[in-house]
């Protein structure tokens, strides 16, 4: 009777042991809240650091990604008379790197495809109107829980994106799943 109450118990045990280590996997809702905020932030950034303080009309030229790879930025930006900033520009992004920072997640991932950036905003007046767009934006790298690196998932996806920003919203569709923040 002994040994099937210890075989019965040795198996509990590394029952247990395989499943502290088991890798969870980021639900989806987070996944692509958090691509979406990676996608967004690296747009600004990229704007920020070549547009800004530029004078407005047409735009092209080739930089640098945030952290590494290359954009090729195409378009026009504007200043109206009432302060409003305008843009139409796409970002042709080549093995472009970025890492996202949440509250809880850390997003690394590498672009390759154009977006367009079109719309307006006013700093002073906090008025933003802008949508992110690309009918086959590439996406690759991972997310992972900040205080668990056990809770993690491998990003790879391709296909279209359609984001709409305001001053306190974010909404769109990315490869196909609906983000709302």
Known sequence: MKTPCI??????????????????????KT??????????????D????????????AQNMTVGGPLGGE??????????????STMDLNYTLSGVNYI????????????????????SFNSETQY??????????????????????KVSRTINESGSVSINRSWSTTNGYVFGQTVTY
Do not use: W
């Not at 590394?14 to 996997?25: A, I, N, Q, R």
């Not at 990229?46 to 009309?57: C, F, S």
């Not at 954009?71 to 409003?84: K, P, Q, W």
């Open 7 to 28: 075989y019965f118990s040795v198996c509990i045990f590394l029952l247990m042991l395989t499943s502290c280590d088991k890798k969870e996997d980021v639900d989806d």
């Open 31 to 44: 996944t692509y809240t958090n691509i979406t905020r990676s996608i967004v932030s690296c747009i600004s």
């Open 46 to 57: 990229i704007h920020n650091q070549n547009l800004a303080g530029r004078p407005t009309g």
């Open 71 to 84: 954009v090729i930025i195409e378009g026009s930006t504007g200043v109206a008379d009432n302060g409003i």
């Open 100 to 119: 996202f920072v949440s509250q809880y997640y850390t997003t690394n991932i590498t672009l390759n495809g154009v977006i367009n950036e079109k719309g």
């Open 128 to 149: 933003v109107s802008i949508n992110y767009s690309s009918s086959n934006l590439q996406i690759s790298g991972s997310i992972y829980y900040s205080k668990n690196d």
